[in-house]
């Protein structure tokens, strides 16, 4: 895994996101605190743990003490969204949501003050290699409006089916953060994927 994660560092890739998922909110397992914890020694990437899972309020402190800068939880699986918005932050972290893509941004715009992150999820969560749902980045055009309009000063991500033919049509709605998962490790030249991702090549 730290071999991975050093080609991430070399590939001109900014941020490691790390899937946590439990199994109840997302069908799949994946890792625990640990995995960061032994990872961030690694790298000095920003580190984005990315809460799949039930009850996100019992697991920011873990994350926060092994080295995640960004925490990231599912408005789905939060009853008080706010409070753990403010755990993060209390932690010295920055504070990311994520939705679904059958959760539309209304669902979440009292959130957008407080946040330092929106994640749109263009897939459905839980499976990697899904091809994207186009729709969804409708979400991120609504996201940059309310920015502009001064709603709040967050970044915006996409997650799901990223990849050099559906990397135009993200970077055309305006997101900030692209993150791909199969796509990365699958490509011979990743270097090279990473820039034309960004649009540099």
Same mark, same amino acid.
């Given at each position: 895994?730290?071999?991975e994660v050093a080609l991430i560092g070399s590939s001109g890739a900014e941020w490691v996101h790390f899937d946590v998922m439990d199994g109840c909110f997302v069908p799949g397992i994946s890792f625990g605190p640990k995995m960061v914890e032994d990872?961030?020694?690694?790298?000095?990437?920003?580190?984005?743990?990315?809460?799949?899972?039930?009850?996100?309020?019992?697991?920011?402190?873990?994350?926060?003490?092994? @080295?995640?800068?960004? *925490? !990231?939880?599912?408005? /789905?699986?939060?009853?008080?969204?706010? %409070?753990?918005?403010?755990?993060?932050? &209390?932690?010295?972290?920055?504070?990311?949501?994520?939705?679904?893509?059958?959760?539309?941004?209304?669902?979440?715009?009292?959130?957008?003050?407080?946040?330092?992150?929106?994640?749109?999820?263009?897939?459905?969560?839980?499976?990697? @290699?899904?091809?994207? *749902? !186009?729709?969804?980045? /409708?979400?991120?055009?609504?996201?940059? %409006?309310?920015?502009?309009?001064?709603? &709040?000063?967050?970044?915006?991500?996409?997650?799901?089916?990223?990849?050099?033919?559906?990397?135009?049509?993200?970077?055309?709605?305006?997101?900030?953060?692209?993150?791909?998962?199969?796509?990365?490790?699958?490509?011979?030249?990743?270097?090279?994927?990473?820039?034309?991702?960004?649009?540099?090549?």
């Amino acid at each position: 895994m730290a071999g991975e994660v050093a080609l991430i560092g070399s590939s001109g890739a900014e941020w490691v996101h790390f899937d946590v998922m439990d199994g109840c909110f997302v069908p799949g397992i994946s890792f625990g605190p640990k995995m960061v914890e032994d990872l961030r020694p690694h790298s000095s990437l920003l580190f984005d743990v990315h809460l799949m899972v039930q009850n996100p309020f019992n697991f920011i402190d873990l994350f926060a003490q092994v @080295g995640a800068d960004y *925490i !990231t939880f599912h408005v /789905e699986a939060a009853i008080h969204s706010h %409070r753990i918005v403010q755990a993060i932050h &209390g932690k010295g972290k920055k504070a990311g949501i994520s939705m679904v893509p059958s959760t539309p941004v209304s669902f979440i715009e009292p959130l957008l003050p407080f946040v330092d992150l929106i994640l749109v999820m263009t897939v459905n969560p839980g499976y990697g @290699g899904q091809p994207i *749902i !186009t729709e969804c980045l /409708e979400k991120v055009r609504d996201l940059g %409006r309310l920015r502009k309009e001064g709603r &709040g000063d967050f970044l915006i991500s996409v997650d799901g089916g990223i990849n050099e033919s559906t990397a135009s049509s993200a970077r055309e709605a305006g997101v900030d953060i692209m993150v791909a998962g199969s796509a990365f490790f699958a490509a011979p030249d990743k270097e090279a994927l990473v820039g034309r991702l960004k649009g540099l090549r």
